[in-house]
């Protein structure tokens, strides 16, 4: 069997995923992207690698993606990120219309065709309000685990209103929240709230159209989820994987050249 | 007699407290970090001026809060923006000033005045940190400095780096970048204050800015960034002395509380005549 790999180097983690030729991920892996990208992509890619008891070989194809795709030194090609998510976002879920990602320093919306084409997108790549580093910023104000972000924010019961737009500033007014003497989960109840109106904005730009994906390190968290999808008022398709998507997209893109190269040699060989 | 006033600019980042006489002179000025209990501070602060100036709380004929905190502070007898109070402050220290430039904390401001210190037309940026002094803060944080240090740390600077200066989020990762390619703190600090200059720049042309200049508020203490101010509208520029600079709005406050309290004695002294 022939495989195809994908690589997503995203500012905070670098995603790595395998697929076979039944467009299954064989094999993926994530790690911490750090101050050596080039590195962190090498890293992903033997790591995934290594769970899947692959050799390197074996993988005829592989496209880089992210921010980073060009430190995929070993890559063959490069794919932007808008069309990886899109694609993967479809492969998953085939009536996705709309993909929202949401990742460690960007948030991105993107309307896809019936066939995972990227048809319009809006990103808020200038300015970190709205993006994971706001609840990077409110965890690290309140002191909480960013994985246990989520999970506070849905035991508040009555969320205070975050009024400030910038990251920096929000910073001080969760702890002036705090000081007030409001409740953690009701302040980090808020801070959702607030990203989730900010990215519904951003999906309105492009056209909301259902079905809408929630992809990116972000649609891991349950609080982020729910506040949005009582935001746009629809539910969202979540994966399992939603983190991986824009390495799967990758490496769906990788499959086709792999698909596509092979299609005229096997012609060639009757 | 009850001739004094103070002015109380209750700021984003710090409280400043300045005590006038009728004749517009200084007699004692303070401040204090503003944090979450903006009235205890604010009566702290006032209590440290009042102290400088040798003078009792009975004293005070009229108490005048501005910034954005100033409907906070409880004990004041009235309330005036900070855009007026900056206005009234800078015509004070210099009389021929069309447009402040009014960095802070959290806030920049531009604003165009008219002879008679009267607010013509105003911007301003509260939303986003990049055109604010926490631009400067976040940076020198990011290279270990603290705030107290910016000043001399920016005066050994030989060049500028450039720093993008779109959010004061991101600049980390600029920063981070381009200390691992050798640059000088000293020269990234001096780079965001460029950036930061740019943007009071585009910010006083939204006000259609006229000469004279006159430089404001607490992020205008570090030299370097009246010297960039200065190269950049290719124009002399006031700023008034020393700590001053810091000051004027809350100055700005107790002078309008001296014409209030002046108000006040016309109106009492037929009657009783």
Not at chain 1, 73 to 81: A, I, S
Not at chain 1, 87 to 111: L, N, S
Request: hydrophobic share 45%.
């Amino acid at each position: 069997m022939a495989y195809a790999a994908g690589v997503d180097v995203g500012s905070t983690q670098t995603k790595a995923v395998i697929i076979g030729e039944d467009r299954r991920i064989a094999a993926r892996a994530l790690v911490e992207t750090g101050a050596n990208v080039v590195r962190a992509a090498q890293h992903a890619f033997d790591s995934a690698l290594a769970a899947g008891d692959l050799r390197e070989e074996e993988v005829e194809y592989v496209v880089g993606t992210g921010y980073g795709r060009y430190k995929v030194t070993f890559g063959n090609t490069q794919v932007t990120e808008i069309s990886c998510h899109g694609r993967g976002a479809v492969h998953m879920f085939p009536e996705t219309r709309t993909v929202v990602d949401m990742g460690g320093q960007d948030t991105k919306a993107i309307r896809v065709s019936a066939t995972g084409e990227i048809v319009d997108f809006c990103m808020n790549d200038k300015c970190a309000a709205g993006t994971g580093r706001f609840l990077g910023a409110a965890a690290s104000a309140l002191d909480i685990a960013l994985d246990e972000l989520g999970a506070t924010a849905l035991r508040g019961e009555r969320p205070v209103k975050i009024t400030t737009t910038c990251t920096v500033f929000a910073e001080s007014e969760v702890l002036s929240w705090l000081g007030k003497g409001k409740k953690i989960e009701d302040i980090l109840l808020g801070v959702h709230q607030s990203i989730a109106a900010r990215s519904a904005g951003l999906l309105r730009r492009v056209g909301l159209d259902e079905q809408v994906t929630f992809t990116g390190g972000v649609a891991r968290n349950p609080a982020m989820v729910q506040t949005l999808e009582e935001r746009l008022g629809l539910r969202l398709n979540v994966s399992e994987e939603s983190h991986f998507m824009g390495a799967l997209g990758a490496a769906l893109f990788a499959l086709d050249h792999v698909l596509a190269s092979r299609a005229p040699a096997a012609a060639a060989a009757r | 007699m009850m001739t004094y006033t103070a002015g109380i600019d209750s700021g984003s980042t710090y409280t400043k407290v300045v005590i006038a006489d009728v004749a517009g002179n200084i007699k004692g000025y303070a401040l204090e970090p503003t944090g979450f209990r903006l009235n205890a501070v604010a009566d702290a602060a006032l209590g440290r001026a009042l102290a400088e100036s040798g003078l009792a709380r009975e004293e005070l004929g009229y108490i005048v809060a501005t910034g954005f905190g100033r409907y906070q502070v409880e004990f004041a007898d009235v309330q005036v923006t900070d855009l007026t109070a900056a206005a009234r402050g800078a015509n004070h220290f210099f009389p021929g000033t069309r447009t402040i430039l009014d960095v802070g904390g959290q806030t920049m401001k531009a604003i165009r005045i008219g002879a008679k210190a009267k607010v013509e037309s105003f911007r301003l940026n509260d939303k986003c940190a990049a055109g604010t002094g926490a631009f400067l803060e976040k940076t020198a944080r990011y290279m270990g400095y603290s705030t107290g240090e910016i000043g001399p740390l920016v005066a050994t600077s030989k060049e500028s780096v450039p720093i993008s200066g779109v959010c004061a989020v991101f600049a980390e990762s600029e920063v981070i970048n381009q200390l691992s390619q050798g640059s000088a703190p000293a020269d990234i600090m001096q780079g965001a204050i460029v950036s930061l200059v740019g943007r009071s720049v585009q910010l006083m042309k939204r006000v259609r800015m006229e000469p004279e200049f006159t430089l404001v508020g607490g992020i205008l203490r570090f030299e370097r960034m009246i010297d960039v101010v200065r190269h950049e509208l290719a124009s002399e520029v006031n700023v008034p002395p020393g700590e001053l600079v810091q000051f004027t709005a809350a100055l700005g406050a107790a002078l309008l509380g001296q014409r209030r309290l002046q108000r006040l004695h016309e109106q009492e002294l037929p009657a009783s005549a």
